[in-house]
């Protein structure tokens, strides 16, 4: 629950605006945990979905366990979110035929009209995505172990 970059809301929206004109289709939020913060997390996606993004959300908590919390937050940042991969990753067992899934145990919520179980892109295999940036190798998308 320490460190990060405190960002204000409006320069998060110039840079969705460039990734707009980029052709990115959606934002992701996780890691740390997104609904530990939802006041914030739900005004993020609320003005990315009005400017026609997408919203994924990845949460250590389950659907249910979010849903009893019963705190308007909570409530409100998943009415902006069109998919919740919900529950802990577990480095045990490791998902490599879902895409964007990193272990067995975690299940997707399609919580909006948006995506549907049968579109293309859930057929997929996990992936590895490579990014050199500033010298650095950074690694996404693919379960360990």
Known sequence: M????????????????????????????????????????????????????????????????????????????????????DGPFLTQHPDRNRRWIGSTNQQIHFLTNRYQAEDPCWKEPNTVELRWIDGELQVNGFPTG
Request: glycine share 10%; hydrophobic share 45%; no cysteine.
């Open 2 to 85: 320490t460190g990060g970059t405190p960002r204000h809301l409006d320069e998060l929206m110039v840079k969705l605006e460039i990734a707009a004109e980029q052709g990115v289709e959606g934002i992701t939020l996780l890691g740390g945990e997104p609904f530990a913060q939802a006041a914030a997390a739900a005004q993020l996606a609320a003005r990315a979905q009005q400017r026609g993004f997408s919203v994924m959300a990845f949460s250590g908590f389950t659907l249910a366990q979010l849903q009893n919390r019963r705190d308007p937050d909570v409530t409100r940042l998943l009415e902006q979110t069109d998919l919740l991969v």
